[in-house]
């Protein structure tokens, strides 16, 4: 559970420090630019202690696809971004592939944080 909570704050902080790279003009507005780095630090911080407990490809998967859905969202109410069909598909392959990767993930198992990671692959 703990790590699906760091996840959300990883999802939250990367959209808003990509919101924020909009504002900054291409880095040349202070406030923005600072915002950027914070909100993107807090992200990949956030992101690297969700890895602790969920697995890479599941909480990647997340991580990119909600916070691409969540920007889209951002862009079409602040900046008047095209909304249309092919925009509403798009959102919707990227909350159902979310969803098809927690369903192959359902036993709950979550990963031993000490446990050593070996390698299948015979040689």
Request: aromatic share 10%.
């Amino acid at each position: 559970m703990k790590g699906y909570l760091f996840l959300t704050l990883s999802i939250i902080s990367e959209v808003f420090a990509t919101t924020m790279l909009k504002l900054s003009d291409g880095f040349t507005v202070l406030g923005p630019s600072v915002a950027v780095a914070l909100g993107y630090g807090i992200s990949f911080y956030s992101l690297s202690l969700c890895l602790k407990t969920l697995p890479l490809s599941l909480a990647y998967a997340i991580w990119s696809g909600v916070g691409t859905a969540l920007t889209v969202i951002v862009g079409i109410v602040i900046w008047n971004d095209i909304f249309n069909l092919y925009s509403a598909l798009g959102i919707a392959l990227i909350i159902g592939g979310v969803i098809l990767l927690n369903q192959g993930d359902r036993n709950g198992r979550e990963i031993d944080s000490n446990a050593e990671v070996t390698d299948n692959m015979q040689e």
